[in-house]
C-alpha cells in the first residue's frame, strides 16, 4: 500500500464508530502527463508532497449513509486534478466572494475542499505574503483571506475525518 493512502487509512476510526457511516473511495493514480498537464494549466510546479500523493490516489471522495441512501456517489474531499485545474478556478471566477488577488490564489496548489469549496486547503507552491512555500493555507470564503493552516500534508491527512 502507498504511503499517503496508508497514512489516511490509519487515521480513520473504524467504520462503525464513523459519524454518518462515512465511506472513501480513492481515485485511481495520476499519470506522469497527467502531473504535467496539470502544471501546465497551474502555472506552477506541483509541490513534491503533491506530486507523490496524486500518483498514489487521484482524489477521494467522501460518502454518508445518507449519500448511498439517495444514490449519490458523495463529494470529493482530497480533489483530482481535474477539481484542482478546472473547478476551483472556475469557482474563483464565478463565486462573487472576496478573495485573495489572482496572483497569489496561482501561487497556491488547492488540494482539499468541503461544504462545496467554503473551506479550501492548499499548498503554497511559491512563498504567498507571509506564507511560505511548502505551508499549508486555508481559504475559507467568507473572510475571504489566506489563514495558516496545517504545517504538512502529513498532517492534514492524520486530521481528515476530525474535520468532516
Known amino acids: ?4 493512502r496508508k497514512l489516511f487509512e490509519s487515521s480513520l476510526r473504524p467504520f462503525d464508530k464513523r459519524p454518518y457511516g462515512d465511506e472513501y473511495r480513492f481515485g485511481p493514480p495520476a499519470t506522469a502527463a497527467d502531473l504535467t498537464a496539470a502544471e501546465t ?3 506552477v510546479k506541483l509541490p513534491d508532497p503533491v506530486r507523490k ?4 490516489f487521484n482524489g477521494i471522495w467522501r460518502s454518508t449513509k445518507f449519500d448511498r441512501r439517495d444514490g449519490r456517489s458523495g463529494e470529493i474531499a482530497y480533489l483530482d486534478i481535474d477539481h484542482m485545474t478546472v ?5 474563483f471566477r464565478t463565486c462573487g466572494n472576496n478573495l485573495p488577488s489572482e496572483n497569489d490564489l496561482r501561487k497556491v496548489v488547492f488540494l482539499y475542499q468541503r461544504n462545496g469549496f467554503a473551506e479550501l486547503i492548499g499548498i503554497c507552491a511559491e512563498d504567498v505574503g507571509e506564507f511560505p512555500a511548502g505551508r499549508l493555507v486555508k481559504l475559507d470564503h467568507e473572510l ?3 489563514e495558516w493552516s496545517y504545517k504538512t500534508l502529513a498532517d492534514l491527512i492524520r486530521d481528515s475525518e476530525d474535520r468532516d
Do not use: D, T
Open 53 to 56: 500523493m496524486l500518483l498514489e
Open 41 to 43: 494549466a497551474l502555472g
Open 144 to 146: 475571504g483571506a489566506f
Open 87 to 91: 473547478h476551483v478556478p472556475e469557482y
Open 1 to 4: 500500500m502507498s504511503k499517503w
